[in-house]
């Protein structure tokens, strides 16, 4: 299954590229995501929706497979196994930023698969749902675009094609260095590598008005925003089929 | 299917219920969405509460020019009560629609409000009708009115640690009609779409019209747009329908295996013309 | 004891109460679930969640540690302990039947293939411990349509079966191409004969409890407990003189449960590696995922025709979704249809081919009517729009086509001799009931003032090759076993019957209508007789119930049988009464000597004497039994018409079935209340197919019809009242007369729904309505025929 959306975020694409690829700022915008631990650009932690009654939980990794600052891309691929069940949620995510008048546009596809008990009771309606939290996610990457300090590499705008199409591997650190290093490099940001910035504080579930996130132990809420919306998908697909 | 290990409580008062809830725990009144939930192992509370048996939240009353449902009243008991019968037959009507006659002896008014999907019948009749719900929490009792209630798919006002009590709405005197189209693949199946049209008419023209869609989108909506067209206009065939035109606006739709967006819009339309019809008696 | 009785009038034909139903509907039935033994354990199967995927790990350890478990094993830990599940029906030369182990070791080819089992001391434990297995499956794009799944380049499903084709087949009857050139009319049409569940009001169920040194009773939900048990031995490598199956009461199967599956053997097996009783039942959820799936066809119809209305041939080119695996039937059913395509009508020519594709979907397997549906599917539609096309009343170009009564026997384009038929008795007298006339002009009126609610009047005849046997023929068609039916019928010393048939029921009426047929070729009373079933120690020799065959083939068996009692019974009333064998009449019961009616001995009488054994003629031995086995020479041929009205909205798409006749001619009839309830449930079954049920996967390979909410199987709401007639010509093959009516209901009942649909669109030029006809695709279908404006 294919979803599309798209969103604009009032920032100059350069800032939003920095900021797009910096799991420590993005994640908390996550609604029912934490981290358990980072390998490079593999993230590996859990995801819990609930919706009414029904909870879905995952635990699983995500991973950049490509970042072209030359294009403005990222790929990232998210898979997760139900904590509680055989099924499984894959998602391969690609973000595309343009600049547009007023900010930055982004433009996400998703490509999903869900499987198990969550597949076999019907769907429809995800698209509503992913826009949903696609849109409580821009929101909030907004407000912090907005409210937070500017990027430090913005003025360093990469030439074209010094990076173009360079992917890079899942589970490896990113090792080019281009331009981009002089900012905080997105793909070395983990735990070690903060420093440099305070921590984000934890957003407040409450605010959430979707999806009621469930609190999590672990302090920092992170990572795949398509493994948290193939959740909540997921959570909505399956009521939907099982009215009985 | 097999469900997880819970715990059970059965609530012999209101007070009761709310001081045994928990973010992990979950209210059971009939059983008849959470229990199949359950068995797919896509629930798993930690502690189920069951207020079935709690007086104060089964049984039709009066007050005033309102009745008020106690949220444990099953389906089988709403749509017999005199009162209903009576005072808002509408209820009834719609009521008698709820899958079939094991579910509608289990099943409960509340349940299926604070359930809130947005397919069921009742949330829809509960908005059209603004209905006001009253939610015990620790802190004590509040009202909720319907258009606030409904907050999302599936997400109602009531929080974990909270329970819907009862459900206030109004009596509807001699001028009113009323009609509920809902529109099934079989007869025990959730609507694919619904209209519930309660209608005021008088000399020829309608006076006021109450319109609540089932299954249009992530939660009952009001097809306001239609009830703004409706009021004062024509008690014609023709001007309902260029009324419920407006069936769908500022709605989007769901797409699922038993029917497209395109589909269930055009099925708001002609359900809602045919409902308001029905209703004032044309 | 030796007082005569009296017999009630005779007991063929009478509307006998069931005896089954006391029980039944008392909650004093035994379903294989509600089996409890002493130490008992409950399996539970871990299923892919992934429809195509390459199994890189199975852990079981965590389960292993879990409360309450005994055992988790993988598919690897128990490859040893099985080989493949059969297919029993080689139906081409190039036939693939890739291996289809129990549980997964490889590949994993359909969401729900089995790759682990817990067993545990309850069922919770057992599925608690199925979250704690870890498993790594790495997805392979998955083969979901059929059409493209042959195409160079698709995915496999077996990674040794080219282009996923698991077979062609094909058969040219007379020249087509000849008749192709001469036509003046010819129409096409492509129809989907979707996939559907079977949807058995019992889920599966197997117990299997260890009784001696490699020996084992599995009790099963089959229709099947013979072929369990041979294949349980071939599957496990357990001698088959050890494993008992007994089939107990069973809540239907529709063909689904004529069936060898993994969960038997993974049973018997946990059971012999752990020795104690193990038991597993279906969920629900399951039931819709792993139980076989029915129809799934893709059927391209050419017909060709005069324009005087003449049929001259057809043509049919099948693609069949066989599914990840070939279970036991798989391949044979598009293909037990082949011979039903030209129907009940006369033309010189047919062209069949048929393709099965391997997909990563469940497997389809026989499902009520199994080949034959879908054959008089095509042939019932393409006669409809035929007639749409030349003008004519479809009823009239089904007259100008069909065989007439004064034709029999007739054989068919297709080759089958039909030995009996009267299609014109039976459409005039459903017409009848119906009041077509009247409705046809209720339509014009409607269709003259443009109402929104349009009639639509549906009409179907069909025949079916029924009472699956003549063992020849199976054998000639790459069948594995034969079709012949055993009964042995026992006398017991106080005169009462005991009836033995190798055929048990799933829901039809054996234990009367069995009994039925005893009493009256013994002369006793229906009371008297017991009929004794589906347990391979008590009932040894037996191939069991599909293909509408109990009766034609079994109850055949038990006349034979009788006969040989009433043989041998005579020899000794001869004896006794000191006459002439040839001097012997036998009538209600009672054996007297021609002329002389007051020296006779009672059934009961002679049962007794030759029991004690005291004085029998030489060379007789003792005991009143005889044994028969029956294998009919041919099929036979029941028929009927059935007409349908459905009411359209044309504004939502809503269909309503408004009305439906069904008279139908299944040759003399045993139980005629049997018989209506026969017809009345297929008649819904097929009708489910024109209006309501459809499996549904999506583009990753899930089931997304996966519960009840989603499948809809329709209830006693939704439909009308059916009024069922019959005429009644006897077939001339078989001593009884008999035909058989098991599938009847659902062979004409779907293209009749749909031609209803389909007559009522008619004027708004909708010329098909795919299946189901759900409000949705009658929508669509309106639109686009009004040009795409909504």
Known sequence: MRLEHEFTVPVPVEQAWHVLLDVERVAPCMPGATIESVDGDTFAGKVKVRVGPVTVAYSGTASFLEKDAATRRVVVQAKGRETRGAGTAAATVTAVLLQVDDGTQVNVETDLAITGRPAQFGRGVMDEVGAKLLGQFADCLADRLGAGEAAPAAGETPAGGEMAGEPVAAGQPETAAGPEAAGPAAGTTGPASTGTRPAEPRPTPDTINLVQVAGGSIARRVVPVVAVIAGAIIVWAVVRGLRG | ?282 | MTAVEERPAREVGSARKRREDAHLITGRTQWTDNITLPGMLHVSVLRSPVAHGRIASVDVSAARGLPGVVAALSGADLADDWGSLPTAWTVSEDLKTPPHLPLATDKVRFVGDGIAVVAATSREAAVDALEAIEFDIEPLPPVLDMTEAVADGAPLVHDDVPNNRCFTYTEHHGNYSATRERAEVIVTRRFINQRLIPSAMEPRSVVVQPTGADEYTMWTSTQVPHFVQIFMALVTGIPQQNIRVIAPDVGGGFGSKLEIYAEEAITLVLAKRLGVPIKWTETRSEACQVTIHGRDLIQHAEITATRDGTVLGLKVDLIANMGAYLQLLTPSIPLLGRYMYPGIYKFEAHDLSCTGIFTNMMSTDAYRGAGRPEATFVIERMMDELAAELGMDPLEVRRKNWINHDEFPYTTVAGLEYDSGNYEAATDRALELLGYDALRQEQAARRDRGDTVQLGIGISTYTEMCGLAPSRWLGETGYVAGGWEAATVRVLPLGKVEVVSGTSPHGQAHETTFAQIAADALGVPFEDVVVIHGDTRTAPIGLDTYGSRSLAVGGMAIVEASRKVVDKARTLAAHVLECDVSDVEFSDGKFSVRGSPDAAKTIQELAFASFTAHDLPGGESPVLTGEAIFDPEVFSYPHGTHLAVVEVDTETGEVKLAKYVAVDDVGKVINPMVVEGQVHGGVVQGVAQALFEEAVYDDDGNLVTGSFVDYLVPSPADLPSITTDRTETPATTNPLGVKGVGEAGTIASTPAAVNAVVDALRPYGVNDVRMPCSPMRVWEALNQARGGAQ
Request: with cysteine; net charge negative; proline share 5%.
């Open chain 2, 1 to 282: 299917m097999i469900p997880a290990q819970f715990e059970y409580v059965r609530a012999g008062s209101v007070d009761e219920a709310v001081s045994a809830l928990s973010e992990d725990a979950k209210v059971l009144a009939g059983g008849q969405s959470l229990i199949p939930l359950m068995r797919l192992r896509l629930a798993y509370p930690e502690v189920l509460v069951d207020v079935s048996r709690v007086e104060e939240m089964r049984g039709v009353r009066e007050e005033g020019d309102r009745l008020v449902i106690g949220a444990a009243t099953t389906h089988d008991e709403v749509l017999r009560d005199p009162l209903v019968r009576t005072h808002c037959p509408v209820i009834a009507e719609v009521t008698a629609t709820v899958a079939d006659p094991a579910v509608r002896h289990r099943g409960t008014f509340g349940g299926s409000i604070a359930h809130a999907d947005p397919a069921g019948d009742l949330p829809a009749l509960a908005l059209a009708l603004d209905a006001t719900m009253t939610i015990a929490g620790r802190g004590g009792r509040r009202e909720v009115p319907a258009a606030e209630f409904f907050v999302d798919y599936l997400q109602t006002a009531v929080a974990p640690e909270e329970v819907l009590v009862s459900v206030s709405l109004p009596k509807l005197s001699e001028g009113w009609g009323h009609r509920y189209e809902k529109f099934n693949r079989s007869a025990q199946a959730w609507a694919m779409v619904g209209a519930v049209a309660v209608v005021q008419r008088s000399n020829g023209t309608i006076g006021s019209a109450r319109i609540g869609l089932v299954n249009v989108g992530s939660t009952p909506v009001r097809a306001a747009a239609v009830e703004a067209a409706l009021a004062g206009a024509d008690a014609t065939p023709e001007a309902v329908a260029a009324a419920a035109e407006a069936a769908t606006e500022g709605l989007n739709p769901t797409t699922d295996i038993h029917a497209s967006a395109d589909y269930r819009a055009h099925l708001a339309h002609v359900l809602t013309r045919r409902a308001v019809v029905a209703a004032a008696g044309m």
